[in-house]
Each structure stands twice: as structure tokens, then as C-alpha cells.
């Protein structure tokens, strides 16, 4: 079992940029994929990025592509998520996701483990 927690969220004027860290407990952590989800007041929850196990493939949300960059250092057991030219429309609550396996998915429901997740405000 792994145990999330979200930090780096905050408030930024659009164009800037945040770093989102997420560490996890456990002494496993490379053998989860990890991914990063958002989600605004009465939407569905949305696919951001993801990470393999190793951290040798990622994957990206076409809104987000080119701007954010999903990370690893499975030596310190945590994931970031680099955000750059932040849109108000980034705005949202931003969850660290885990699940102890191979391979990656854009669907919330495969992944196990959840933070609390970080606030996220761009402001225009």
C-alpha cells in the first residue's frame, strides 16, 4: 500500500508556471506507475499525464501536451509535474494517482491510490 501527498499548488498569474510534487510512502515506489488527474466543481474528472514505473515512457492529455512535463526520482519516492504556460482553463484541483504495475492508462478507475490533491488557480 502507498500513501500520496500533493504539494507545489498555489495561485499564478496565466503564462507562469508551477511545479507540482507528489510523495508516496512505502518502500516500493518503483514498481508504480504514477499519472496526474485534475478536476474542476462539477466536471469529470480529467487524464492529465502519466509515468511508467521506470520513468522510460510518459504520456500526455493533448491539452496539456508541450507545456507540462511529468517526472520521477525514484531514489526520494517522488513524482513531479512541471507546468509551464498556464492557461486559466488549467485551473483545477490536481491529483497524484498510483498504481503498482506496468504499463500506464488514462482512465482514473485502474489507478489504486489517490492524494488529497493541491489547488491550482491561474488567473487571467
Known amino acids: 500500500q502507498v500513501q500520496l501527498v500533493e504539494s507545489g499548488g498555489g495561485l499564478v498569474q496565466a503564462g507562469g508556471s508551477l511545479r507540482l510534487s507528489c510523495a508516496a510512502s512505502?518502500?516500493?515506489?518503483?514498481?508504480?506507475?504514477m499519472a496526474w488527474f485534475r478536476q474542476t466543481p462539477g466536471k469529470e474528472r480529467e487524464f492529465v499525464a502519466a509515468?511508467?514505473?521506470?520513468?522510460?515512457?510518459?504520456y500526455y492529455a493533448d491539452s496539456v501536451k508541450g507545456r507540462f512535463t511529468i517526472s520521477r526520482d525514484n531514489a526520494k519516492n517522488t513524482v513531479h509535474l512541471q507546468m509551464n504556460s498556464l492557461k486559466p482553463e488549467d485551473t483545477a484541483v490536481y491529483y497524484c494517482?498510483?498504481?503498482?504495475?506496468?504499463?500506464?492508462?488514462?482512465?482514473?478507475?485502474?489507478?489504486?491510490?489517490w492524494g488529497q490533491g493541491t489547488q491550482v488557480t491561474v488567473s487571467s
Open positions: 494517482a498510483a498504481r503498482d504495475a506496468m504499463g500506464w492508462s488514462i482512465g482514473g478507475a485502474w489507478y489504486d491510490y
Open positions: 512505502g518502500r516500493t515506489f518503483s514498481s508504480y506507475a
Open positions: 509515468i511508467t514505473r521506470s520513468g522510460g515512457y510518459t
